[in-house]
Structures are given as structure tokens and as C-alpha cells.
């Protein structure tokens, strides 16, 4: 029974059949992640070498090696040459004192990888936030910021556990929606959102995750956040984005637009709302879905002159774009996605079924997904993609979220997919580093007065790195938690990469034992939940 579901997915995958099922959105928050065991992760270690190491260091500046990375507790103290590629190193001059070694040579170390757009997933789809966590840490995530992870009680306690590292978790900063956790209050007027926002502060979120309010709200919320150096990013719905699309909201003082709403309203060429058919419904999932991408053809000239004269407008209020391109990607190819490789070892039984076809379940969209559904959002990624990377040339900061749980996409998974298509926009694999790294711990600090305390490989920052056997430069599907397909000879095929290791506040995690953990959980939910109809 405990390859049962690999069976039953391979089944699905393999005939591409698909049944409908009525799933509820998540009820309740997964159960919190149990405490960190004494042989999970080791460290951090009073003096720490990372030996010969490759490193691409996250400014966008070029990969160079060998280097020793020494690293204190759960700092980095030096990161120093050790000579050239294809010379044996001089012994005598390394750095030395060691109570731990990793020798790395041949090996690439990055900073840790930021995911700046996630959920935890919830009950029943995630019945155990060990799961999730699991997931990120076993593809070098070791920053996440929920936006939310779940109920605001629940996301800082696991915050305050992550952050202390008494459970296998990323560091987590934890962002709330306008009314969350009040128990006997709501947000109704200005003055209201602004005592909810001193409230929050007061409870310990680090920022906002806000929609598309009124304006007056909008901008109330906006304000007191700047007053108490809270940061914000917006998911700016389509059932307010008319009165606040993406350059309304960064002239209120928005700090990033996630996803992509907002963004194409506010280059319209010939309309002041999206022209919808006449009988679309919001509450329909396939009409807000199939709708969204029959923008690409509304809006100004891509490149020309107002297209630009956008990007100095959002240039000037250092507005950051998350695009979590990863998410939609299913719009554009549904077999692609419902057939990607991992799920037979990785997915949740529980949550797939919550991903299957349903006019309930948030993203389950499937019920009629036509040719012409996938090629409305083929061109609508193209114009994406060209402004992201017009916007990333132009000096505007990019970063990298996934949104996973929903639409066929797995965390971590989904993470390093969004890597793959930053390259697909036109993004240097440097520049897709530095996206996945530099760039959100700036946009996690810049209302902060400090510098941030990760995001690149320096001393003085933070142990937060990832180490891979293989360049992700030449292949970003290295660092895929099941690695990437290669030949050796004439015809011996093999996996190569995978995350080696993953080092947060100095503790160094096997990546692969925690992917092996993770396997582990879906076979034994397939044990317990037995044969489905809809296998």
C-alpha cells in the first residue's frame, strides 16, 4: 500500500484523465511543525570551513574558486582564495583551526535562496507544516516571508520556533492581511485599518500583505505603515484593481506588486477597466482565470514610449516586483504541470486531490481548459516576461516567490521553477541568483535602517548558504530536489544535482536526508488514506 498513490498518480499522469472533485479551501492551519531532533541538522559549530568551494556570491558578480568559507557560529568570518582552477592548492596557506570541515572542491556555494511569496498550506490539503518546510529547506530555501503562512497566532509562533531554530524551518517574516487576528473588530473605515495596523505592529508582523482596498483605506494603511517602518506587497485583485492598480498603489507607498495584477491596468490603451464578456463572474474560477490573460493585447505598445515612461514612474517610487510566475504557469501548459515528475514521490495524496478540477477549491480551475485558454496565456507571459526584464534593466528590483500549493505547483519545486523562467524572460542565470538571493533580502530590509543580514556571501553576514555538486549557471534544473537528467557514455542515464546541503544560522542540513523525510510522509499518508475513487 505504500506505493499506492505513485500508482494511482502514474495512472492520472500517464492518461491524462481528470475527475472532478468538490474540495473545500483549507479549514484550518496545519498542525505546527514538531520540535527540531537532536540528529536533524548539525551545528552551528564554533569554527566551520567550507573548503574549495566554488562560490557565486549573489551580486550578480561572475562565480569564482577555489575559496575557503570560514564560518563562527552562525556567521561567516572569511571568505578567502586559495588559488586556481586546475592548480593543487597550497596547503600551508588556507585557513586553518577547523572544528568542522566540508570539503567542497568541485562543489558551488550561493547565499540562501529567499522566497518572498508563500503559504504553509493548511488542513486538509498540508495536515503538517513539517512537510512544507521540509520541501524548502531540501531546495536551499532558507528565507521564506508568508504572506500569510496562516492564522496570524499561528504564523508567529512558528516564526519565533523557525527563527530560533527549534524546528527544521526557513527563517520566516511574517506578513498579514488588513483585519487579521482581531478577534471582535473589523476593519471599516480609515481610522480603523490605521488602529489595526499599530495592532499588528504590536503583535510582532514584520509587514502587509494587502489587496486592492478602497483608496481611502489603501491609503491610510500605506501611511501608518511607513510610520512604523512595516513593509507591504499586494496581491491587487481584479475586484478592486479599477480604483487601485499597480501605479496607484506605488504612489501610496506600496513596497512590492506580487503576482501580476495591477501591473497590465495600468497601461491600458483603449479602456479604463478590463473589457470582461458580458456574463463573466468573478466566483467562477475559470472565467477570473481565463479572463485575466485576454489583457495581453489591451495595453500600450510593449517597449514604446509610455511602456517606459511606466517603468521611471515605479523606478522612482522603488517599487519591487515579485512576479511568482511559477504559480499561472499551468494556465499556459495544464499537461506540463499535472504531469511534472515529482509528484509521484512528493505530492501529498491529500493534496492532490485538493489541486484536482472543483468550483470550490481555490485554483482548481480545470473544468473546460481549452487551446485557446493556453495560447491566451502564452502571449500574455510573453509581454510579461518583456517587462519584468525591461523593468530588471532599467534598475528595478526583481525577485523570486512561488505561491506554491495551489495550480499543480509543490513548494520548493515551484520555487526552482520560477528560477527557470526569470532565465526564460531574459535574466542572466546571475541575474536569477541575485534575484533569488541579494534582491529580496533588500526588499525584506529597505524600510529598515540597517543592511540586511543575508542575501550575499560576505563576512559579517549571516551562515546562510546553499551547496550544490553541479553549476546551476549552466543548468538551473540542478537544483531540482531529484536533480536533472544526464547521459554519461553512449547511453548511461543518471541524475546529477539536487541540493547538497542547506546551511541556515550555521546549521548544516543534509538536503537530500530532508527530501528522503519528505518521501517518506507521502507514503505513509498513501498507507493511511488507502485506495480513491479518484485515483
Do not use: C
Not at 496607484?248 to 491596468?265: I, P, R, S, V
Not at 483603449?270 to 468573478?282: C, I, K, S
Amino acid at each position: 500500500m505504500g506505493k499506492l498513490f505513485r500508482i494511482g498518480l502514474s495512472i492520472i499522469v500517464g492518461s491524462f484523465l481528470l475527475v472532478a472533485i468538490s474540495t473545500p479551501i483549507w479549514a484550518q492551519p496545519s498542525d505546527a511543525a514538531p520540535d527540531r531532533a537532536s540528529d536533524e541538522g548539525e551545528g552551528p559549530y564554533e569554527r566551520l570551513i567550507i573548503r574549495g568551494a566554488t562560490v557565486i556570491d549573489g551580486t550578480g558578480a561572475p562565480a569564482s574558486g577555489p575559496k575557503d568559507i570560514v564560518i563562527e557560529d552562525n556567521r561567516i568570518v572569511a571568505v578567502e582564495s586559495v588559488g586556481y582552477p586546475g592548480v593543487p592548492i597550497d596547503e600551508e596557506k588556507r585557513p586553518d583551526g577547523a572544528t568542522k570541515e566540508i570539503v567542497a572542491s568541485g562543489m558551488y556555494v550561493m547565499p540562501g535562496f529567499i522566497d518572498m511569496h508563500v503559504h504553509t498550506g493548511g488542513k486538509p490539503k498540508v495536515p503538517n507544516a513539517e512537510y512544507t518546510y521540509k520541501l524548502w529547506m531540501g531546495h536551499g530555501v532558507t528565507t521564506v516571508r508568508g504572506v500569510p503562512f496562516d492564522a496570524m497566532e499561528w504564523s508567529l509562533s512558528e516564526k519565533e520556533r523557525a527563527n530560533n531554530n527549534e524546528i527544521t524551518a526557513p527563517r520566516m517574516y511574517s506578513y498579514h492581511r488588513i483585519g487579521s487576528g482581531w478577534e471582535d473588530r473589523e476593519v471599516t473605515d480609515p481610522e480603523s485599518a490605521r488602529e489595526w495596523v499599530r495592532w499588528a505592529k504590536d503583535q510582532g508582523i514584520d509587514g502587509l500583505k494587502l489587496g486592492a482596498h478602497d483608496p481611502d483605506i489603501m491609503e491610510a494603511v500605506l501611511d501608518e505603515a511607513e510610520k512604523l517602518n512595516l513593509n507591504s506587497t499586494a496581491h491587487l485583485d481584479q475586484m478592486g484593481v479599477a480604483r487601485m492598480n499597480t501605479l496607484d498603489a506605488a504612489k501610496l507607498g506600496l513596497g512590492a506588486q506580487t503576482h501580476y495584477y495591477g501591473l497590465f491596468e495600468s497601461m491600458y490603451d483603449d479602456h479604463d477597466v478590463q473589457p470582461y464578456p458580458y456574463d463573466h463572474n468573478y466566483q467562477n474560477e475559470q472565467h477570473r482565470f481565463g479572463q485575466v490573460a485576454r489583457q495581453w493585447d489591451k495595453i500600450v505598445e510593449p517597449g514604446g514610449k509610455e511602456w517606459n515612461e511606466l517603468i521611471q514612474k515605479f523606478l522612482k517610487h522603488d517599487l519591487t516586483m515579485d512576479p511568482t510566475m511559477t504559480i499561472y504557469e499551468a494556465s499556459r501548459d495544464v499537461m506540463r504541470a499535472r504531469a511534472a515528475e515529482w509528484h509521484k514521490d512528493y505530492t501529498l495524496p491529500s493534496l492532490w486531490e485538493f489541486y484536482s478540477p472543483s468550483r470550490r477549491a481555490h485554483g482548481s480551475y480545470w473544468f473546460n481548459w481549452t487551446t485557446k485558454d493556453e495560447i491566451e496565456w502564452k502571449n500574455f507571459y510573453d509581454r510579461w516576461m518583456q517587462f519584468l526584464d525591461d523593468y530588471k534593466d532599467a534598475g528595478g528590483r526583481v525577485t523570486t516567490g512561488s505561491d506554491s500549493g495551489f495550480i499543480y505547483k509543490l513548494y520548493g519545486f515551484g520555487y526552482v521553477r520560477e528560477l527557470e523562467l526569470l532565465q526564460e524572460a531574459g535574466f542572466h542565470p546571475l541575474e536569477v541568483i541575485r534575484s533569488a538571493t541579494m534582491s529580496g533580502a533588500e526588499e525584506l530590509y529597505k524600510k529598515l535602517d540597517e543592511d540586511p543580514p543575508f542575501g550575499i556571501i560576505r563576512p559579517g553576514k549571516l551562515a546562510d548558504l546553499v551547496i550544490v555538486d553541479e553549476n546551476p549557471l549552466e543548468n538551473l534544473k540542478v537544483l531540482y530536489g531529484n536533480g536533472a537528467v544526464q547521459v554519461e557514455g553512449v547511453n548511461e542515464v543518471k541524475r546529477a544535482g539536487g541540493v547538497k546541503y542547506t546551511i541556515k544560522d550555521g546549521i548544516v542540513y543534509d538536503a537530500q536526508e530532508l527530501l528522503e523525510d519528505v518521501r517518506n510522509m507521502v507514503d505513509e499518508q498513501a498507507e493511511e488514506q488507502g485506495e480513491k475513487e479518484w485515483y
